[in-house]
């Protein structure tokens, strides 16, 4: 069973980055199908997709997002992470690591999910 | 973006009762629909994929309908367990979106 846990600062001060890592276990990051991705979760309980990456291909981004995010992966240690930049209190969020499988028809879309990591941004 | 938009944004139902909770997207999203279950403090949970499919270990009390841009998740014989917050998601494009989510309490 595929299972992913967050890692990474619980406070960010503003204009600074906002920096976590997940790592996967239970099977590879390489998985033919599977795509990595955020989510985040507002206070208020909006979720909000923030990007995937695949281990052979570019990363995609949420455009409202585009300009301040990078995901990367690292199949050495079977984990991928999230970089967000010029963060600001909005920014304050559960940010969850997810897999979606894109296998299959038809495809059963993200059944996998960390536990989350509260970030909050302040000085 | 596809907007996906659930409602109501709460319900409260009894014991027992069967419970309906609809998500119309912006545009047709084909059969590119889940449903998932959110108790406080914990990740989303997948009960639903493809409008109608369940996650493996999902229990047959939870029901997704529908096509093109509106559907529908019901929940039979509401137990105290099933007291969350439900949220659809379309994943027929980048970026996915959910719904607003829907907080079901018991009366």
């Known amino acids: 069973q595929v299972q992913l846990q967050e890692s990474g600062p619980g406070l960010v001060k503003p204009s600074q980055t906002l920096s976590l890592t997940c790592t996967v276990s239970?099977?590879?990051?390489?998985?033919?199908?599977?795509?990595w991705s955020w989510i985040r979760q507002f206070p208020g309980k909006g979720l909000e997709w923030i990007g995937y990456i695949y281990y052979s291909g570019s990363p995609y981004y949420n455009p409202s997002l585009k300009s301040r995010v990078t995901i990367s992966i690292d199949t050495s240690k079977n984990s991928f992470s999230l970089k967000l930049t010029s963060v600001t209190a909005a920014d304050t969020a559960v940010y969850f690591c997810a897999g979606e499988d894109r296998t299959g028809i038809p495809p059963p879309g993200t059944p996998y999910w960390g536990q989350g990591t509260l970030v909050t941004v302040s000085s | 973006d596809i907007q996906m938009t659930q409602s109501p944004s709460s319900l409260s139902a009894s014991v027992g009762d069967r419970v309906t909770i609809t998500c119309r997207a912006s545009r047709g999203i084909s059969n590119y629909l889940a449903w998932f279950q959110q108790k406080p403090g914990k990740a989303p949970k997948s009960l639903i994929y493809?409008?109608?499919s369940l996650q493996s270990g999902v229990p047959s009390k939870f029901s997704g309908s529908g096509s093109g841009t509106d559907f529908t998740l019901t929940i039979s014989n509401l137990q105290p367990e099933d007291v969350a917050t439900y949220y659809c998601q379309q994943y027929y494009n980048y970026p996915l979106t959910f719904g607003g989510g829907t907080k079901v309490e018991i009366k």
């Open positions: 493809a409008v109608s």
């Open positions: 239970g099977g590879s990051i390489t998985r033919g199908g599977y795509y």
